[in-house]
């Protein structure tokens, strides 16, 4: 999936003003998958989204903690939470259908096999030439294996619309977008008293002091 350009970056701005810019346009790209991913069958539409979250997460681990509010590293967590599990549906999408692949060459092959057995002139096949079979084990074992992946990832899904759901209601967009407005404040003046009993003010490094 192509990322979104970020438009308005300042090479002479600040690096907390960039990074909101750019934390609001991956916020945008994560949200614009929903509601798609929310269905089951949108395989395309999970994955990108996961990409999305990863996107998000990468510049909330540079800046979270140094440019913006608080609430700015629960959501880096959030977003990792959300990007594992998104991971882990992935895994299981790519998963079953190389399973399903290669079982169906198995039980192919020992069709095949079982054909064979059969006399040339033989006018049905007697169903004892497929049992024992040299793959039968291995596709039987990779049914199993497709059984289970499935009932992962529909367990894996379901707790993905619980994320979501909680996500959205805990505010989890608007309150990120108010992080990254908020700036952490920067280091105070000095404050030191001069020996008259006036506040000393601060000069250039390296420019002389001020003789009386």
Not at 57 to 78: D, M, Q
Not at 109 to 114: H, N
Not at 188 to 212: C, I
């Given at each position: 999936?192509?990322?979104?350009?970020?438009?308005?970056?300042?090479?002479?701005?600040?690096?907390?003003?960039?990074?909101?810019?750019?934390?609001?346009?991956?916020?945008?790209?994560?949200?614009?998958?929903?509601?798609?991913?929310?269905?089951?069958?949108?395989?395309?539409?999970?994955?990108?989204?996961?990409?999305?979250?990863?996107?998000?997460?990468?510049?909330?681990?540079?800046?979270?903690?140094?440019?913006?509010?608080?609430?700015?590293?629960?959501?880096?967590?959030?977003?990792?939470?959300?990007?594992?599990?998104?991971?882990?549906?992935?895994?299981?999408?790519?998963?079953?259908?190389?399973?399903?692949?290669?079982?169906?060459?198995?039980?192919?092959?020992?069709?095949?096999?079982?054909?064979?057995?059969?006399?040339?002139?033989?006018?049905?096949?007697?169903?004892?030439?497929?049992?024992?079979?040299?793959?039968?084990?291995?596709?039987?074992?990779?049914?199993?294996?497709?059984?289970?992946?499935?009932?992962?990832?529909?367990?894996?899904?379901?707790?993905?619309?619980e994320m979501w759901t909680r996500l959205e209601r805990d505010g989890f967009r608007a309150r990120l977008r108010y992080a990254a407005s908020e700036r952490l404040?920067?280091?105070?003046?000095?404050?030191?008293?001069?020996?008259?009993?006036?506040?000393?003010?601060?000069?250039?490094?390296?420019?002389?002091?001020?003789?009386?």
């Open positions: 999936m192509k990322a979104r350009k970020v438009r308005g970056l300042e090479p002479e701005g600040t690096l907390a003003d960039n990074a909101e810019r750019i934390v609001r346009v991956r916020l945008d790209e994560l949200q614009s998958f929903i509601p798609r991913a929310l269905d089951p069958t949108e395989v395309v539409a999970l994955h990108d989204m996961r990409i999305a979250a990863k996107r998000l997460r990468y510049v909330l681990e540079v800046t979270a903690e140094t440019c913006f509010g608080p609430y700015a590293e629960t959501a880096l967590k959030r977003t990792k939470e959300l990007q594992d599990l998104l991971g882990e549906i992935h895994d299981c999408d790519v998963q079953l259908p190389r399973v399903l692949e290669r079982m169906e060459e198995l039980r192919a092959a020992d069709a095949r096999t079982a054909r064979l057995r059969a006399p040339a002139n033989a006018s049905d096949l007697d169903p004892r030439f497929a049992t024992r079979t040299v793959n039968a084990r291995a596709w039987r074992g990779l049914e199993t294996l497709a059984v289970y992946l499935q009932a992962r990832r529909e367990l894996l899904f379901e707790r993905f619309l404040p920067g280091p105070e003046p000095s404050t030191a008293a001069a020996p008259d009993g006036n506040r000393a003010r601060r000069r250039p490094v390296g420019s002389p002091a001020t003789t009386r």
